[in-house]
């Protein structure tokens, strides 16, 4: 004997046209984890690119300086990529976890397998170090760039040099 509410763990109870009932699978189709998939490699890529920017900013910066590149000195990138820094740090900090591995790790769910690329870019991005490494590493690059900041001073709105 069955309770009217047990249900096979892979089944879902409904009603037909007919009104008979039927079961039927929960999950979705694989088009939706395809989708899903195909988000969070897109979320990875953006998290890529984002530490690229915030790494390489400052030889960016520091040679475009060296070589008079313009971009170098220009205020909203100097405040963008202070602002980026400054972030990480503070999220480091605090003990908040980067929203875009928390927004990538839901997507995925428990899911291990990745596909080439984004198996390389978990390798460039993710270590298994303590975290105080990492928070040390952030202060300490966020304070090379608050000084680069202040040494190598980007032009203001106004100022065309």
Request: with cysteine; net charge positive; hydrophobic share 55%.
């Amino acid at each position: 004997w069955k309770s009217p509410e047990f249900q096979a763990p892979s089944c879902i109870r409904d009603r037909g046209a007919s009104g008979s009932p039927i079961l039927r699978d929960p999950s979705p189709p694989e088009t939706t984890y395809a989708a899903v998939a195909v988000l969070a490699d897109a979320v990875l890529i953006i998290h890529f690119l984002f530490v690229a920017f915030v790494v390489g900013g400052l030889p960016f910066i520091w040679i475009g300086a060296a070589c008079g590149w313009r971009i170098a000195r220009n205020f909203r990138f100097r405040v963008l990529h202070l602002a980026a820094i400054i972030f990480v740090s503070a999220e480091a900090l605090i003990g908040m976890a980067c929203p875009l591995t928390v927004w990538e790790d839901r997507l995925r769910g428990r899911a291990t397998d990745h596909d080439f690329i984004a198996r390389w870019l978990h390798r460039v991005l993710y270590y298994d170090f303590p975290d105080w490494v990492f928070v040390t590493a952030y202060v300490l690059f966020a304070a090379a760039v608050a000084a680069t900041f202040r040494f190598i001073a980007p032009n203001h709105r106004g100022n065309s040099k």
